[in-house]
C-alpha cells in the first residue's frame, strides 16, 4: 500500500520521513478534501487511490484547527460538507495536541477552551469524523496505519 499527498500539503517533511524510511511509496497529486490517503496496487501496476472512501486531514497544533473553526470556518466546514455528501470517511489528525492542552488553554489562539472544545466534539457528531490527537514524531505512523487498516478492512469486506 502507499500514501498520496495532497499537493497543497506543504509542511510534511517528518511525515514524509517515516514513510520513507519503512520504504512506502508515496505520491503527490490533488485530492478534493483531506491531506492524505491510501493507494492501493491495481491491475495495471499503478495505483488506485481511495480518495473517494477515506481520507486524514492533518493540522500541525491547536492554533491551526483553531484558525479552522474561527477565521476560515467557511472554507473548511465546505470541506467536510462535501466529504460527508460523498460518503468520504475523514480523520481529523491534531499533531501537538491534548484534550488536558485545550482545557488549559494550551495554545496562542484566543478562542475558548470550551468554545474549541465544543467544536471538535460537535464536529465528530455533525461529519462523523474521527479525531485524533498525537505528536508529530508519531503522525508518519499513525497515518499509514489508519489508512492501512481501513484498507484492509476494504479488501477483506469489512466495516469499512
Not at 20 to 43: F, M
Request: proline share 3%.
Amino acid at each position: 500500500m502507499g500514501v498520496l499527498v495532497d499537493t497543497r500539503e506543504q509542511v510534511w517533511d517528518h511525515i514524509e520521513d517515516t514513510l520513507g524510511k519503512k520504504k512506502i511509496p508515496v505520491q503527490r497529486g490533488k485530492l478534493p478534501c483531506g491531506d492524505y490517503t491510501a493507494l492501493l496496487p491495481d491491475e495495471q501496476g499503478g495505483f488506485l487511490s481511495l480518495e473517494d472512501e477515506v481520507v486524514i486531514e492533518r493540522k500541525a497544533n491547536l492554533d491551526e484547527i483553531a484558525g479552522n473553526f474561527t477565521v476560515d470556518r467557511r472554507r473548511f466546514e465546505a470541506e467536510f460538507l462535501r466529504a460527508k455528501a460523498a460518503g468520504v470517511k475523514v480523520f481529523l489528525l491534531v499533531e501537538n495536541a491534548s484534550w488536558r492542552k485545550i482545557y488549559s488553554h494550551d495554545y496562542r489562539s484566543k478562542m475558548a477552551p470550551k468554545a474549541l472544545a465544543a467544536s471538535l466534539l460537535a464536529w465528530q457528531v455533525r461529519y462523523g469524523i474521527t479525531l485524533l490527537f498525537c505528536q508529530p514524531e508519531d503522525s508518519g505512523r499513525i497515518i499509514y496505519s489508519t489508512l492501512y487498516y481501513w484498507a484492509k478492512e476494504r479488501l477483506e469486506g469489512g466495516a469499512a
